[in-house]
């Protein structure tokens, strides 16, 4: 049996809906301009939430996935956070997703240096720098939800000044790579937790001086 009613939700998105395009996949598929519907949060004693985090409708057989990076034509860009069915009858009318907005774009580079000589012979520790994924979106931000300091976690110990960074698993970040966004900082990843989401890592990050 043909999926009308998905069919005709569809066709209602593609003629009034927000266009976009991927940045990132994590197949590296190249699928053209997609199209969405999307809600604002209206949390507006919360205007992080309001700014940050949108709920999105897709088409019932859209590509999209857990960890996209997708473009707005307004030039926005937000991460897939996650993308669930919504069914009726065993149809699929849709799939239902959370978006966050990503604020940050740069470099996440893995350390492989070796101890080396400087030019005047004296023995010089240098850090070579492997660049791992680049362009790298994210959002990096503070402490989102819940207390200050998880402490059943074993990330429980991580300090009090640790930032978050959402990155899509895809990028194969690890404990100890550094991420530079385009704005000149460095940040250490201290801790990953990637259970929290199916295809994001959620990366606890300090300013990394090494």
């Not at 199209?35 to 700014?51: A, G, H």
């Not at 470099?107 to 030019?119: F, K, Q, V």
Request: with cysteine; proline share 3%; glycine share 8%.
């Amino acid at each position: 049996m043909n999926n009308e009613v998905g069919l005709d939700i569809k066709d209602v998105l593609e003629e009034i809906g927000t266009s976009f395009t991927y940045l990132v996949r994590p197949d590296s598929g190249e699928l053209g301009t997609q199209y969405l519907d999307y809600e604002m949060n209206r949390q507006v004693t919360k205007p992080f939430i309001r700014e940050y985090f949108l709920e999105a409708m897709f088409p019932y057989d859209t590509d999209a996935v857990g960890g996209d990076v997708i473009k707005f034509l307004d030039g926005r860009i937000f991460m897939i956070m996650n993308i669930t069915d919504e069914n009726l009858f065993n149809e699929s009318l849709g799939k239902e997703a959370v978006l966050y907005k990503c604020n940050v774009s740069g470099e996440l580079r893995r350390a492989s240096g070796e101890a080396s000589w400087d030019t005047t012979y004296s023995y010089q520790r240098s850090t070579v720098w492997e660049s791992i994924a680049i362009p790298a979106y994210g959002l990096l931000s503070e402490k989102l939800f819940g207390t200050d300091l998880e402490q059943d976690a074993d990330y429980g110990q991580i300090s009090l000044e640790a930032q978050i960074l959402y990155l899509p698993n895809s990028y194969g970040a690890k404990v100890l790579d550094r991420y530079s966004p385009k704005s000149g900082e460095y940040y250490k990843i201290q801790a990953i937790r990637t259970r929290e989401f199916d295809s994001v890592d959620v990366c606890h990050v300090v300013e990394d001086t090494r």
